[in-house]
């Protein structure tokens, strides 16, 4: 199968690129800036508008899986725009090239579209964004609804693992606790924390079998961030001494964030043979791939 993947250097990305390619199909790696380590690279900003669908038409893919997105919460908030065309205007232009072409189109979405104030949340549970990031993820999934026929909308939490471009919480926590140093770490925050391994092989798994609707592709446990990151330094050998408890409002962030946005994920342990993992299990295999 030829998949064409978005984001292709990210955290989740560059997993469903090598996962992709271990499972011998033909990867298009689509990036901006620094090309991806493999698959053939395409290089594609989507924030020109206009080359998005015409790129991808062009290639003819089978399937499509759209990582690529803005995901500094924080960022979003003070760059509206940007955060809009990248989210919601550019996954409006993937859905449409794949209507064109007839490829199945896997959106990765996230738990930032509930408002946090029930956790455990289903696929039909209303989405009810209290920050930039989720509104405009929110629209994404709402164009790729419109705009695509076959399509499946992966939500997804609090995505953690090696690799990437940038830090996620396992490796920045790690980090600080391996060189001494104290870390403030929320409790009143709870999410699903998802190894992003685990979550290409669901994503893969959705893209060869065509699925479609809503699924919530996330870790299957529902935690802190405090007690996710007291586990961490528990199975990395780190002082968990270092980690000191806070609350959200002391946190200088400028987005909110929902308080428990935890996603229930019995539809994809129905569904995928890939299931999601606890996190205990996580980490065991986040330790052994280091
Ligand atoms: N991280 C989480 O905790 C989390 C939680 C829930 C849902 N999600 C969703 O999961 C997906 C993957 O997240 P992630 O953590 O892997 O993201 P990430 O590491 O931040 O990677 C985002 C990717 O998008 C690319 N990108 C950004 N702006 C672009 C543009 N204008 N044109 C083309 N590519 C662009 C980035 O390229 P550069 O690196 O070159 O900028 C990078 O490859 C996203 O859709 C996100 O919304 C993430």
Request: glycine share 6%; hydrophobic share 35%.
């Amino acid at each position: 199968m030829k998949i064409f993947v978005t984001g292709s250097t990210g955290l989740l990305g560059h997993q469903v690129v090598r996962l992709a390619l271990n499972s011998r199909h033909e990867v298009l790696a689509s990036y901006i800036g620094q090309p991806p380590a493999s698959g053939e690279p395409i290089e594609l900003d989507l924030l020109d508008l206009q080359a998005v669908k015409p790129t991808i038409t062009k290639l003819k893919p089978d399937a499509i899986i759209h990582t690529a997105a803005y995901t500094d919460v924080d960022g979003c908030e003070a760059n509206r725009d940007v955060a809009r065309k990248i989210n919601a205007e550019a996954t409006k232009q993937v859905a449409l090239a794949a209507d064109e072409i007839g490829a199945h189109l896997t959106y990765i979405s996230t738990d930032y579209v509930f408002n946090g104030e029930k956790g455990r949340y289903k696929e039909d549970d209303e989405p009810r964004p209290i920050d930039y990031y989720g509104l405009t993820k929110l629209e994404g999934e709402r164009h790729v609804q419109a705009s695509s026929r076959e399509w499946c909308v992966a939500r997804t939490s609090a995505i953690y693992g090696w690799g990437g471009e940038k830090k996620n919480f396992a490796t920045w926590l790690v980090d600080n606790l391996s060189s001494g140093k104290q870390v403030k770490v929320v409790t009143d925050q709870h999410v699903s924390p998802t190894l992003n391994t685990n979550l290409a092989e669901m994503v893969l798994e959705i893209s060869e079998k065509r699925l479609t609707g809503v699924l919530h592709t996330a870790g299957a446990s529902q935690v802190s961030r405090y007690e996710f990151a007291v586990e961490l330094a528990k199975v990395f050998d780190q002082d968990s001494g270092l980690i000191k408890q806070a609350k959200m409002e002391e946190m200088t962030w400028v987005a909110k964030r929902p308080k428990d946005s935890s996603l229930d994920v019995s539809r994809c342990m129905r569904l995928l043979k890939s299931k999601p993992l606890e996190v205990s299990e996580a980490l065991r295999v986040m330790k052994e791939q280091r």
